[in-house]
């Protein structure tokens, strides 16, 4: 069975930082694309980070450019998501997500349309 399983989400200050870990089975991640998505309490799923299989190049929504840092290790078949910096406003439910290279560089909602395993996705809360 090919899937994903996220980890590390919680309960963090603003201001404080989380790691996530998002561990692949049943495929090898190292030729796929990798994606970060989010999607917070009566909002629409927001893709945020991606980064190739070959060449490590990663893309970074707005909302979280210079906070987070994807990255991945094709020998652990894990991908992680370094968050920094984190407001109240990134509190959501995390999703990793794989995919066609080919995807890199599409829109945030293209790209989500065509990602191939998903996880279940870990909660963050940022709050005081």
């Known amino acids: 069975q090919k899937q994903f399983v996220e980890s590390g989400g919680g309960l963090v200050q603003p201001g404080g930082s989380l790691r996530l870990s998002c561990a692949a089975s049943?495929?090898?991640?190292?030729?796929?694309?990798i994606g970060w998505f989010r999607q917070a309490p009566g909002k629409e799923r927001e893709g945020i980070s991606c980064i190739t299989s070959s060449s490590g190049r990663t893309n970074y929504a707005d909302s979280v450019k210079g906070r987070f840092t994807i990255s991945r290790d094709n020998d652990k078949n894990t991908v992680y998501l370094q968050m920094n910096s984190l407001k109240p406003e990134d509190t959501a439910v995390y999703y990793c997500?794989?995919?066609?290279?080919?995807?890199?560089?599409?829109?945030?909602?293209?790209?989500?349309?065509?990602?191939?395993?998903w996880g279940k996705g870990t909660l963050v809360t940022v709050s005081s």
């Open positions: 997500a794989a995919g066609s290279n080919l995807l890199f560089g599409s829109s945030w909602p293209a790209l989500a349309h065509g990602m191939d395993y």
């Open positions: 049943g495929f090898p991640i190292a030729y796929y694309a």
